[in-house]
């Protein structure tokens, strides 16, 4: 079988367990992103998968090969590295060649094989400078070719620009997962940003203490979060304490009504969950939930409302698409609805 | 209060200048009696004159002193760096028991003064001697032992300098392209440390080149480094010949440490 298994994946450290008995796919040509935050388990399971930590448990399989116990310079992967780990002492088409050498490529293909890799990610006429010659975002291209140029049958990226300015780093996540499609790349990325993974990866896995909490495409998972922690992760979200009474109505901690999606049997006690673009604002005599504006931010190209339906405070966001739209004034009296299916009703943990 | 900075500001200097001139006080010393023409040292001089430094590259126990020296600090360096840089590594990368108590046993000859360093390591020797039957004071590889004993507190410990701002990533970078730790030792580790190692060199060659003390008790007749010759011509004359002797190899470590710094930085190593 093609791709990437991780089959019961565990990592004791003493007698502290970071990742929980983990199974994940990575089908050939795909690209998942392990996100999750910081002790999540997902840079362990990176590194377990490229062969720096031992697993205390379970198998990993590459194109169908058990490679648990084969040392990390033997595995077949590529790794790109947050501090891009370029070799300091070598010039950029050296560290690039590095791979190949040590891959036993015929001398007289390196340089070919050097200059495609470069050429891939736009670095050719940089070739013989040395690493601290280069910007934060040129090194990061150079890791990348080095990674890409021996071919192997997995990428592996773990936070590989999180070191990157805001405005550079939008950019290079469009440029990797091109090139990842364009090359079919079999890819594992692990990031804390979730734009990031949600620009890049085909399906996501979030993960939080050492478990997986769901996996799925990037519009399950924002429109279909299975627990409070992944709606709350993936995008921004209104959590809202109380319990479901069934019939599609939902009984908030303060007393307050809401309309919901019908969950046969009741859940209580239970969290809705509304996405804040999902809430329309109509004027106060319009049918819907009574509320009054709490506080607005005009953001450019959305206006951030902070809403209060009888004590709870909600975030709305509305797209500021015509021109001169007006912020609605601090208790401003309003009318709140959302469709039901934008509310969902999951358990409170 | 306008001036005070100005006042603080001038303070500053003359204290920089002060410190300094404590310091190089006795090396300008050296140079300055160096070139007075007088047998005996008196101040102010009678006139200024070469021929000390004549004198001291006419007599041989100089010249020669200063070829065994220079040969001795040179294979007590290329020993005792290989051996220092790899306990470095082991104290840095390896998990075993009793870390501190090697570490500080390593660093050890630097907290002890050297006279009785060289005390010690005579009373051992000669023990040692009585056990194996064989010579060992006054051969040439007891006094490399000894003097590899300086070198190694201070490669462990600027090699291990270097290693503690290396990157473990570099090297895991290395082994996920197919390097074999042999390789990522020799292609990645050690070209990355080469500031360390090159400053271990200097400072191991300095420590054995300059050393009295242990070479005093061990040396063998006919190998007469120099401080011991300058020690002996000092037992029956005082003249300024040992002035120029000592300007001569103050000039030496100086050019030593300028060549030096043109490869490696060695502000960046401290």
């Given at each position: ?83 891009y ?36 990610v736009r670095m ?10 280069l910007s934060g975002g040129q090194q990061q291209r150079v890791a990348l ?14 936070e590989p620009l999180s070191n990157l300015d805001a405005k550079l780093r939008g950019e290079v996540q469009h440029e990797i997962r ?15 940003d979730?734009e990031e993974?949600?620009v890049m ?149 | ?270």
């Amino acid at each position: 079988m093609q791709g990437l298994q991780i089959e019961n994946l565990e990592k004791n450290y003493n007698d502290v367990r970071v990742v929980h008995g983990l199974n994940l796919t990575v089908a050939e040509g795909e690209m998942v992103a392990l996100l999750g935050p910081s002790g999540c388990g997902k840079s362990t399971t990176l590194r377990m998968v490229a062969g720096f930590v031992e697993p205390s448990g379970g198998r990993i399989l590459l194109n169908g090969t058990d490679i648990s116990g084969m040392p990390a310079y033997k595995r077949d992967t590529g790794m790109v590295f947050q501090s891009y780990a370029l070799f300091p002492h070598m010039t950029v088409a050296a560290n690039v060649a590095f791979g190949l050498e040590m891959r036993r490529v015929p001398k007289s293909e390196r340089p070919a094989r050097v200059a495609a890799a470069l050429d891939m990610v736009r670095m050719s006429k940089l070739a013989d400078r040395m690493p601290r010659q280069l910007s934060g975002g040129q090194q990061q291209r150079v890791a990348l070719a080095r990674a890409l140029a021996v071919n192997p049958a997995l990428l592996l990226l773990d936070e590989p620009l999180s070191n990157l300015d805001a405005k550079l780093r939008g950019e290079v996540q469009h440029e990797i997962r091109t090139l990842q499609q364009r090359l079919g790349l079999t890819t594992l990325i692990v990031t804390h940003d979730q734009e990031e993974a949600l620009v890049m990866a085909d399906r996501l896995v979030i993960m939080e203490g050492g478990r997986i909490r769901q996996a799925g495409t990037p519009r399950e998972l924002y429109e279909e979060p299975s627990d409070i922690f992944v709606a709350g992760f993936v995008g921004r979200c209104n959590l809202i304490e109380g319990e479901s009474q069934g019939g599609g109505w939902f009984r908030t901690a303060n007393g307050a009504l809401l309309p919901c999606i019908d969950t046969a049997p009741a859940l209580k006690p239970a969290m809705l969950a509304v996405r804040p673009e999902h809430i329309n604002i109509d004027n106060e005599n319009a049918k819907g939930i009574p509320a009054r504006v709490a506080g607005a931010a005009y953001l450019g190209s959305q206006i951030e409302y902070r809403v209060d339906i009888s004590g709870t405070t909600l975030t709305v966001m509305r797209n500021n698409a015509t021109t001169g739209e007006q912020v609605l004034p601090v208790n401003t009296a309003i009318t709140l609805n959302w469709p039901t299916t934008a509310a969902r009703v999951l358990p409170r943990q | 209060m306008t001036g005070f900075p100005a006042f603080t500001r001038v303070g500053y200097n003359l204290l920089i200048v002060m410190a300094y001139g404590l310091i190089m006080a006795p090396v300008l010393a050296v140079m300055v009696i160096s070139v007075f023409d007088a047998e005996i040292i008196s101040f102010p001089p009678h006139g200024l004159t070469l021929r000390w430094f004549v004198n001291a590259w006419q007599r041989p126990e100089f010249a020669d002193g200063l070829w065994v020296s220079f040969k001795l600090a040179v294979i007590s360096t290329a020993v005792g760096v290989p051996l220092g840089a790899m306990a470095a590594y082991a104290l840095n990368r390896g998990k075993f028991w009793g870390k501190g108590l090697i570490s500080s046993l390593l660093l050890g000859p630097l907290a002890v003064p050297a006279i009785i360093c060289g005390t010690a390591l005579y009373i051992f020797y000669i023990q040692a001697e009585n056990v194996l039957d064989r010579d060992i004071v006054g051969t040439t590889a007891g006094l490399v032992a000894a003097h590899v004993l300086l070198t190694i507190p201070w490669s462990v410990r600027l090699v291990s300098a270097s290693m503690e701002g290396l990157d473990q990533r570099i090297e895991e970078a290395a082994a996920n392209l197919g390097a074999s730790p042999m390789i990522v030792a020799w292609r990645i580790t050690i070209p990355m440390m080469r500031s360390g190692i090159v400053a271990a060199c200097m400072f191991s060659f300095i420590q054995s080149f300059e050393n009295l003390e242990l070479s005093l008790l061990l040396i063998a007749p006919g190998q007469i480094t120099l401080p011991v010759a300058m020690l002996n011509y000092l037992e029956f004359r005082i003249d300024p010949t040992l002035a120029a002797v000592g300007t001569i190899q103050i000039l030496f470590i100086g050019i030593l440490m300028l060549v030096t710094d043109r490869f490696v930085k060695l502000s960046r190593v401290f």
